[in-house]
């Protein structure tokens, strides 16, 4: 987010237009949290994880007094454009702003779960997929020293991006993610396969939302009733921190210029985005209706790799 931020700010800069950071996101613009941002104040952040700006979960932008206290306090600073990085529930908030107070919004797709329509790629995927692999490669150190069955939970509630591209980059047995149904005696089946195979280790890859109980509930479910020896790692928000990858800043670098193009081009209400490495422009609401990515393929590869 850093690196959309240090684009979007020296984009301005550099045509002209005068930009404030909106520090703790929605829960900032309604208790007039800006701070003045030149070309300088973004000076030494594209390499940092997180925000410098800080986010926050805001419930009163979800009610129509929050975001009129948002849009006063925009208003009063005489704010034409409001450039938005987030997920869909960032962006159903600017949609709103935009209808009931006339702020031009422009979205910026930001999250580590992949789970946006209108670009290939999230904001803090790239990072947080190469965090997990590498916690990947390490734990394969110990399954394979110690011929050991290991269930490794990575992030992604509603959507099993994360732990598709960390499986297969990985060379896990399995992936199981949200979009398909956990069936537990087909992953012991393919565990046990694993090991009759000779291989020395066996590595699957949960998504915490997978519909089975999180990697300990499957892995539970799994050595019931067998001798396998297992172990559990649950990655969590260590995969939400560390300098992001060239990937990301790259990304965040295009598609904060991107926005502030468009602002001055008087969009509204829109997102941008990369596709087959062209920035793109799609409606906000593409967001969140367009975000069925097909899990499938990418869960055949696997299933037909791990032998
Ligand atoms: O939406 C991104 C995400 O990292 C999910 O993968 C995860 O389930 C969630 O955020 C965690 O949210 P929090 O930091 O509020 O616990």
New binding site residues.
């Given amino acids: 987010m850093n690196a959309a931020v240090r684009g979007v700010v020296r984009t301005a800069d550099a045509l002209g237009v005068h930009t404030l950071g909106v520090e703790f996101g929605y829960r900032g613009l309604i208790k007039d949290r800006m701070r003045e941002l030149d070309a300088r104040a973004v000076s030494g952040i594209i390499q940092l994880g997180g925000t410098i700006l800080g986010t926050a979960?805001s419930e009163e932008f979800r009610t129509p007094e929050g975001r009129a206290r948002a849009a006063a306090n925009l208003k009063g600073r005489g704010v034409d454009g409001l450039v938005v990085i987030g997920?869909d529930g960032s962006f159903h908030g600017a949609q709103a702003l935009s209808d009931e107070h006339g702020i031009a919004c422009v979205g910026i797709p930001g999250?580590?779960?992949n789970d946006l329509g209108g670009s290939d790629f999230t904001l803090g995927f790239d990072t947080a997929v190469n965090v997990a692999l590498e916690a990947i490669d390490r734990i394969r150190d110990t399954a394979s020293s110690h011929e050991r069955l290991f269930f490794v939970e990575v992030?992604?509630?509603r959507a099993g991006w994360?732990a598709l591209y960390a499986g297969l980059a990985g060379g896990a047995s399995a992936v199981l993610v949200p979009e398909r149904p956990t069936d537990i005696e087909a992953v012991r089946e393919r565990v046990r396969g694993s090991f009759e195979m000779g291989k020395t280790f066996c590595i699957v890859v949960v998504a915490?939302?997978d519909d089975a109980g999180g990697a300990y509930g499957i892995a539970n479910g799994v050595v019931e009733g067998t001798s396998l020896d297992s172990r559990v790692t649950v990655l969590g928000?260590v995969?939400?921190g560390g300098p992001p990858t060239m990937r990301d800043r790259v990304l965040g670098a295009r598609l904060g210029h991107a926005a502030v193009k468009a602002l001055l081009e008087g969009q509204d209400q829109i997102m941008v985005g990369e596709r087959s490495g062209q920035i793109i422009r799609t409606s906000l609401e593409t967001a969140w209706t367009d975000n069925d990515h097909d899990a499938g393929p990418l869960l055949e590869l696997i299933d037909l790799l791990a032998r």
């Fill in positions: 979960r997920g999250t580590i779960d992030m992604g509630r994360l915490e939302g928000h995969q939400r």
